[in-house]
Structures are given as C-alpha cells and as structure tokens.
C-alpha cells in the first residue's frame, strides 16, 4: 500500500498514456469501493449488462460484503481494487454501484501499481472520489464518468461507451433534440453563463463529493481544466455553499470553463430564499469571465453521457457541446 501524498500530482506532468482497446471476451473487473450491494440480483443484472456488452466480467473479493453501509472494511474494498489493477486479464474496472466510502480508501490504494498497467475505471457518483485521486496522483492516462455497472444501460449510454473503448472514437456531446431548459443561448437551448470556447483536460463530477476533496492531496491541479460538475437531492443553498467553497479555494478561478450537469431533485425546502438553481449558478459562474453553461446530458438522471476524466476536450458554450480532442484508449 502507498501513502498517496508521496506521490507526483497532475500539476508537475505525469507521462501521458492510455490505456489498451477492450476486444470482446475481455474480462471486466466489477469492484464495490462505496456502498454495500442491498439485493444479489442487483450484481446479477449487472454481469448480465457487462456480458452484453461482450465482456466477461469478474468480482472482486468484498463484492457481496457488508461493513455497516460499506461494502466491506475500507481494507477489503481498496483490497478489491488494488487486485483488479494488478491481475494482468482484467482490462476494464467497473464500479457495481456508488453511495458513500470511496474517499475512505484513497489513502490506501496502490497507485504506482494502478500505473503500470493502466486501465479504465468506469462508474459515477461517489466513484467521483476515485477519478479525482486517480488524476491526482499522475496516473496518466483518463477514466470514465459514466453509469455503475448494476445502473440502467440503455443503448444512449451503451453505444457511446463501446465507441470510446472498442473503437478510440472522439465523440462531441450536445443538448439533446428536445431540449427546453431556460435559455440564454442563441440557439435557444441551453443556459449560458460565460460564452465562447475554451479547451482543456476535462476534470470533475459530483459536486458533493468533489467538494469534499478541498484540501487533501486528492485532488488535482485545475489551472487550465474544464469543470464539469453534477448533483443530485441538494437544495440550492448547498449548491451555493459548495460553489463557494471551491471558489475560496481557489479552484474556480483556476479554470479554463466549466459545464453543469443535471441537478437532479434540486429543491428548495423551505426556508431558505428564493434563488433558483440557475440563478446560483449564474452568481458564481458569470463572474469567472470564462465560457460555462449547463448541459443536461450527465448526471443522475435518466441521461447519462459518457465523459472521460483526465481527456483534453474542447467546449462551445454557445452551442452547449463538448468536444473529445484526444482518444481514450490506445
């Protein structure tokens, strides 16, 4: 086991790389760094997705246990991970489901190992924690904000995922077709707060858990980064309290752009004022003086695009697209 804060950060350059292509037979590791799965079957559904996609998937030793609301002691979980970054066949990592937990195992995982052999970690949520860290800690190569594995895979997510790491494809990501959100944009579609282009390595997630990182060593450099952030259950005076967190960090004011994902049941409970969520985010993004607009297509609804963590993109602001510069894989 290494002590992460020993270990080089995004900000001094790490060697660049990727990971291989996946082929189909290749075997998927299923880890579970957070939560504990409540219902078998939901492991079941989930090997049942991964052999779908034409992949044989194998679990990780805590898999089926249970430590309180962990899936195992935060040995056994990091334990879990660990194996599947060193088991020379399994060439894909995916999280069965989120919770909480993944930021209690940061400390214990192995990632000079993770860095040898490097492979996609796919999942969202509290998998946030673990994509940051992975960036961190000068991994090199990028991850996958996308759905957990024991989540719905409808063609809309699948499709794009297979295109990333079967084919290296480059995708652009835009609103989609029926879009009605409250617009500011010329085309009527998404709401701006900083118009224009702008370009860098794509970094972020759950706003909860990323805001949380503030301060330990797992977070990485966002000078020049694109933030993208979603959120879910939070009323908007949460988002405003995160959002102003990270900019007295110092970490808005670092970045290249940013784009805001779902807000999923972002309500007010009363109590609290009236600001809309639009109207939060417009206080604390309009004033960066960069390109930032909201783009519902990640997040912990039913739409659910396919990011890689750590990949350089490019984003319009005015047309709400972001745009893959570089491969995922090899």
């Not at 995004?10 to 790389?17: D, K």
């Not at 249970?66 to 979980?77: F, I, M, N, Q």
């Not at 940061?106 to 052999?117: C, E, F, K, N, V």
């Not at 924690?129 to 991994?139: K, P, R, T």
Request: charged residues 15%; hydrophobic residues 45%.
């Amino acid at each position: 086991m290494v002590a992460g804060g020993n270990l080089p950060l995004l900000a001094q350059s790490p060697r660049r790389t990727r990971a291989p292509r996946l082929r189909a037979g290749d075997v998927v590791g299923l880890v579970a760094p957070a939560g504990f799965l409540a219902d078998r079957s939901e492991l079941e559904l989930a090997e049942d997705a991964m052999r779908a996609m034409g992949l044989e998937p194998r679990r990780a030793a805590n898999i089926l246990d249970r430590h309180g609301y962990l899936a195992g002691t935060d040995a056994a979980r990091a334990a879990g991970i660990n194996a599947m970054f060193v088991d020379p066949a399994v060439r894909l990592v995916f999280s069965v489901r989120g919770g909480w937990g993944s930021a209690r195992i940061l400390p214990l995982l192995d990632y000079a190992a993770i860095r040898r052999d490097p492979k996609v970690l796919v999942g969202f949520s509290d998998v946030t924690a673990l994509h940051l860290a992975l960036q961190s800690q000068g991994v090199g190569f990028p991850t996958i904000h996308g759905p957990n594995a024991a989540g719905s895979w409808p063609l809309s997510s699948w499709e794009p995922l297979r295109a990333l790491l079967f084919d290296g494809a480059t995708p652009t990501y835009g609103p989609p077709p029926a879009a009605t959100d409250r617009l500011i944009d010329r085309a009527a579609r998404v709401p701006v707060f900083g118009p224009g282009t702008a370009e860098g390595p794509l970094l972020g997630g759950n706003l909860t858990v990323l805001s949380a990182l503030v301060g330990t060593p797992w977070l990485p450099d966002f000078t020049g980064a694109i933030l993208f952030l979603e959120e879910t259950n939070e009323a908007q005076y949460r988002i405003d309290r995160m959002l102003t967190q990270l900019g007295q960090a110092g970490i808005l004011p670092r970045l290249a752009g940013v784009v805001f994902g779902q807000c999923t049941n972002c309500t007010d409970p009363g109590g609290y004022g009236n600001f809309t969520l639009f109207e939060v985010l417009e206080q604390h993004l309009a004033p960066l003086g960069i390109p930032a607009f909201q783009l519902p297509l990640f997040g912990h609804g039913g739409q659910q695009a396919i990011l890689p963590v750590g990949a350089r993109c490019r984003i319009d602001a005015g047309a709400g697209t972001i745009a893959l510069l570089e491969p995922v894989v090899a």
